[in-house]
């Protein structure tokens, strides 16, 4: 299809979309769809539920709405969701809340906004998210407004649906002076939320106090047309384009809400509670919209510490927004931002360079932990899902519950993707990896006017300890790529192992492979397996036994247990495959003057590298080099 087909089909879609009818035909449709005529609140749920829920086992669930795109904090989206959207689409007391989301800078408030803002747009162009309106209202307001309080009881016995607010000043004009009170031949027309056509989503940005007109928030009277409608009470003499009046129905954002003059957030007492605003000369407007605000943790600690602001901070529902405090999701953000930017397309980045950066910029956001023998890597380990030899599973939980505010201080993202960014367009090199991205960021440590001497010399450190594991993770990958069908080799010594073990266990001989009489369990090939992580000779039956129970706690289950099945005895297998090798990589690597052989298991390890783990041919001769030497210290 082409460009200009994909055109005309697109502009017949928003034909579709188009409806008008009148009241009565309104009424109809309510009959048949009462969500329809449902709250702001219950809507936003509704389009929050529509987009999927994963149930991820022990009470936690996943929102695919949010998880696209925001990365690391399913723990923080579940508690809104829970909490705030679903209580509110309920009509329980916390949807006559400011919903106030609270965290460091960079942490994902304003794009969760945004998500939400984004969502309500298109939630509006399905069917299950339809939204009609009376035709020609300046706040888009829910037609059911036009019964009368003295019949809405049964109504809502009749149809189902309870009916909350007024009619705004302009349709009640209408309503008496062109329709004559006759309600049921009041048009009514199918709405689609716009923000950038202030229809159903308005947002809020503080100014100067001294400028910034009350009017930005409720409208205005239209000073031309007071001589023809003789009055400020006029509604045809009043302009209800204000950001209350435009995000009726749906949602209104309050960027920065605690930097906006007090005159302003005055204005929420009654909108939040009561559902209705001061607007003019006008009675109280009714409104019903979702209003959502976000601000930084130093600015909402001087809003509580102020006894002015009690009314309006008890009508406030506070929600944390966390730094993400998981690398795998953390490497995700980076990556979302180095595509966007076209920089990607331009320089190639080494795998590990964004997750080394990652290790960093999480190490940051933690707390020491208080019990013994979890140090910070072994925390972001644990963090990230993976397991720690040690560490049971609850434990992890336990951890989280040492500090309330844990992730709400560290470095942000943007300081960490400005840095990268300037390792990308720095020296004009084809390629960066994890090295060049420690460096950078070290430098941008050294230019940041802002941070004091201590914590200048932490983040140092924790530079450091990523950089430690960066090696780790390096010396690994190559070895890998040195062990021709690593994953065979890993399973043929898996075999090996767990023949001789069971055999150990069980007090039996084996047979020969070679002679095809039986002997005793190879104690010498066990032995070097289980002495690369540390297990003692006291230690040896237990561990062997720990094994077969998990063998046939798999076998249970009808899944087949490989060699990663089992965390220690992964790392063991793979440091005896890496121990075997040591001498020739660090030979192959490190050699001045390669001799034939060599030149050629280097082209083959080079070309594994970037056929199988996204290498460039640059990174990958880097790499190996930097491998070489750090086995030669």
């Known amino acids: 299809m082409t460009f200009l087909e994909k055109l005309m089909a697109y502009r017949d879609q928003e034909n579709d979309l188009h409806w008008e009818g009148t009241f009565l035909d309104y009424l109809r449709l309510v009959r048949e769809h009462p969500h329809i005529a449902g709250t702001a609140h219950e809507r936003v749920y509704r389009m929050i539920e529509s987009a999927g829920i994963i149930e991820l086992g022990d009470g936690r669930r996943e929102y695919q709405f949010f998880s696209r795109t925001l990365f690391g904090l399913e723990d923080a989206i579940q508690l809104l969701v829970e909490e705030y959207f679903r209580p509110a689409a309920q009509r329980l007391d916390v949807r006559k809340r400011l919903l106030l989301l609270m965290g460091p800078v960079s942490g994902g408030k304003s794009t969760l906004v945004t998500l939400l803002k984004n969502g309500l747009e298109s939630f509006t162009r399905t069917p299950e998210g339809a939204v009609y309106a009376i035709r020609g209202c300046p706040m888009q307001e829910e037609p059911l407004h036009l019964i009368p309080r003295e019949l809405r009881e049964e109504f809502g016995k009749e149809y189902g649906v309870h009916i909350e607010g ?96 007090e005159k302003f957030l005055w204005n929420l007492l009654s909108l939040t509670q009561e559902g209705n605003f001061k607007a003019g000369r006008f009675a109280l407007i009714s ?40 690398v795998t999701q953390e490497e995700r953000i980076y990556q979302k931002l180095v595509d966007a930017s076209g920089l990607n397309n331009q320089v190639h980045l080494a795998p590990g360079a964004l997750g080394t950066a990652s290790i960093f910029t999480v190490l940051s956001r933690l707390k020491e932990s208080k019990k013994p023998g979890i140090d910070p890597i072994k925390k972001m380990t644990l963090y990230d899902g993976a397991q720690v030899d040690g560490v049971k599973s609850g434990e992890v939980d336990e951890l989280r519950r040492e500090y309330s505010d844990e992730g709400m201080s560290g470095v942000d993202p943007r300081y960490v993707i400005n840095r990268i960014s300037s390792a990308l367009i720095k020296g004009n090199k084809p390629c960066i990896n994890a090295l060049d991205v420690l460096r950078s960021l070290k430098e941008g440590l050294d230019q940041h006017p802002s941070i004091s001497r201590e914590e200048r010399e932490r983040l140092l450190n924790l530079i450091t300890m990523a950089r430690k594991e960066y090696d780790h993770r390096a010396k690994t990958e190559v070895q890998r790529a040195f062990v021709y069908s690593f994953e065979e080799s890993a399973h043929t010594m898996l075999n090996n192992y767990l023949d001789n073990v069971e055999a150990y266990c069980s007090g039996h001989k084996m047979p020969d492979p070679i002679t095809s009489e039986e002997r005793d369990p190879d104690e010498k090939l066990m032995r070097s397996i289980e002495e690369q992580i540390g297990i003692t000779e006291n230690q040896k039956r237990a561990f062997r036994e720990e094994i077969l129970i998990k063998i046939s706690s798999f076998a249970r289950r009808g899944r087949k247990f490989e060699y990663t099945s089992h965390e220690p005895l992964k790392d063991a297998i793979e440091k005896k495959l890496f121990a075997d090798l040591k001498d020739v990589i660090k030979i192959t690597t490190s050699s001045m003057n390669p001799d034939e052989t060599q030149v050629k298991r280097m082209n ?30």
């Open 166 to 261: 007024d009619l705004c000043p302009v349709c009640r004009m209408r309503l008496e002076q062109e329709y004559g009170g006759r309600i049921e031949e009041m048009p009514i027309e199918r709405v689609l939320f716009s923000e950038s056509g202030r229809r159903g989503i308005g947002t809020f940005a503080p100014s100067d106090p001294k400028s910034q007109d009350i009017a930005d928030l409720t409208g205005s009277i239209d000073f031309s047309t007071i001589t023809q409608y003789g009055s400020e009470s006029d509604p045809r003499a009043y302009r209800f384009d204000g950001e209350l009046n435009k995000a009726n129905r749906g949602l209104m954002e309050f960027q920065e809400i605690l930097k906006c003059d």
């Open 287 to 326: 409104a019903d919209e979702l209003i959502i605000a976000h601000t930084n943790e130093t600015e909402y600690r001087t809003f509580i510490s102020n006894k002015k602001n009690e009314a309006l901070h008890s009508r406030m529902i506070v929600m944390r927004v966390p730094y993400n405090l998981k």
């Open 604 to 633: 083959e390890v080079s070309r594994r590298l970037i056929e199988h783990h996204g290498y460039c041919a640059a990174c990958a001769n880097d790499l190996m080099k930097y491998v070489g030497s750090l086995l030669n210290r």
